[in-house]
């Protein structure tokens, strides 16, 4: 991570320093500057990162905003049309929360310094630009989110404005488009007491709100308990927050280990089931899975999940999506693998053909790194399972003479064909034995 000079050194600060070291080498008085910064500059604060480029080479696509820029990181990017809504949604705000101009940028730039240090990226704008950007994203952000649960409170025409309101909340879950949660809620505490609708709705609940309604529920949100503003970082943050029943195993010592695909499994005898969580049950040979929608939006969302959990370290609950990447890259490897999670309830594809499902999961772990398999119990009981002969046994039993209502129906007879014939030849055997006494 590369440490930089704050933009809004000036050069009286510069003869302050020349002054105290006796020199005006350039490199000695950038040093000094550098080591005069707060400790906390980067290294603690840094919350907001670039995309890892192994990571972006896999799909740059799924990191990319489509619609708008949020923060520093995309800004002044001319194709990204919904950016032209950022000043309706800033006179909105105000007309609605009786507030000047004035108040907003007043309490904006009293966070200016501690948003700045939250990207670990350099922010190459001055403080009043940086001021500015940060007053008509945090107010778009706020207003968007609020009206989608109050649509009272949008802007009048807002559809009229613009159609494509799924690709704003595509970009709200990029990793490099997010804001500082502090200063979204600073935001939201200027407007809501203006609302009677939001007297008693937390900011955290209507960000909860708003992600739930967009997919996967069950994958990696919304059983959440109620958190404190200091608990959230950003958006991304927050929606990585692990479901508890889905994240319920201890952590392992153990060497990592990982699930057969799904087709080998299911030819020991495993079934498929969709769940809470991801469990296997030894006695019955059942895995069970969350449900997966496979949207157009699933790869982006994801992605940026996984990309900010290698990015941040520190974190006891790191790698949470990472782990389950890795597992279902193992588990999907085919075509077949898919149709079998498909068939079990798990996989629900609304995104177009199967090999495109495949293709998905096969990358999806790629350039991940994995210090502790949440799952390694879970594997550890498949790995045994399919170690026993008689599951496979009984597996190609059932497969080869029992799957079909003919091939049942033939088997029994076959079955009750053999057993007359061999009652016979004992009836036949036993018959002679006693004549010939």
């Known amino acids: 991570m590369e440490l930089f000079i704050r933009p809004n050194t000036n050069e009286i600060n510069q003869v302050e320093i020349e002054n105290e070291t006796g020199t005006s080498d350039p490199v000695v008085v950038s040093i000094n500057r550098i080591l005069q910064q707060p400790d906390s500059s980067y290294f603690l604060e840094g919350i907001i990162y670039k995309v890892p480029e192994p990571l972006r080479s896999m799909n740059s696509e799924a ?18 049309k919904a950016n032209s809504l950022k000043p309706i949604y800033l006179r909105h705000f105000l007309n609605l929360a009786q507030l000047s101009v004035n108040t907003i940028v007043e309490t904006v730039q009293t966070l200016e310094q501690r948003a700045r240090y939250c990207y670990t990226e350099f922010i190459e704008m001055s403080r009043d630009e940086f001021v500015e950007l940060l007053v008509f994203d945090a107010c778009f952000v706020v207003m968007h989110l609020t009206s989608w649960q109050y649509p009272n409170l949008d802007t009048p025409n807002a559809v009229n404005l613009w159609q494509s309101w799924n690709e704003i909340s595509h970009d709200l879950m990029l990793l490099e488009n997010q804001l500082p949660f502090f200063l979204l809620q600073s935001l939201y505490d200027l407007f809501a007491p203006s609302q009677p609708l939001l007297e008693h709705q937390s900011f955290i609940q209507i960000v909860q709100y708003y992600f739930s309604e967009h997919k996967n529920p069950k994958l990696f949100f919304i059983d959440i308990k109620p958190l404190s503003v200091d608990d959230v970082k950003h958006f991304v943050d927050l929606v990585r927050m692990p479901n508890t029943r889905m994240y319920s195993h201890e952590k392992s010592d153990q060497r990592l280990l990982w699930p057969l695909n799904a087709t080998e499994l299911h030819e020991c005898g495993v079934i498929f089931r969709s769940g809470d969580g991801i469990e296997f049950n030894d006695q019955g040979g059942c895995l069970q899975l969350p449900p997966i929608k496979i949207y157009d939006d699933f ?4 992605r940026n999940l996984i990309a900010y959990e290698q990015c941040h370290i520190g974190n006891e609950l790191r790698n949470r999506v990472s782990n389950f990447a890795v597992f279902m890259q193992c588990l999907v490897q085919s075509d077949q693998d898919v149709k079998l999670l498909i068939e079990g309830g798990i996989i629900e594809n609304y995104l177009g053909g199967i090999n495109e499902i495949t293709q998905l999961f096969n990358n999806l772990g790629k350039h991940i790194f994995i210090g502790i398999n949440y799952y390694n119990s879970d594997c550890k009981k498949m790995k045994d399972y399919c170690m026993r002969r008689h599951h496979r046994w009984m597996t190609s039993l059932r497969r080869n003479y029992f799957s079909t209502p003919w091939l049942c129906a033939s088997s029994i007879a076959a079955i009750l064909l053999l057993a007359l014939t061999l009652i016979q030849t004992i009836l036949a055997v036993f018959t002679g034995f006693k004549e010939r006494s």
């Open 63 to 80: 990191y990319t905003p489509t619609a708008i820029s949020i923060g520093p990181l995309h800004s002044g990017r001319k194709d990204l």
């Open 299 to 302: 790869e982006k969302r994801v």
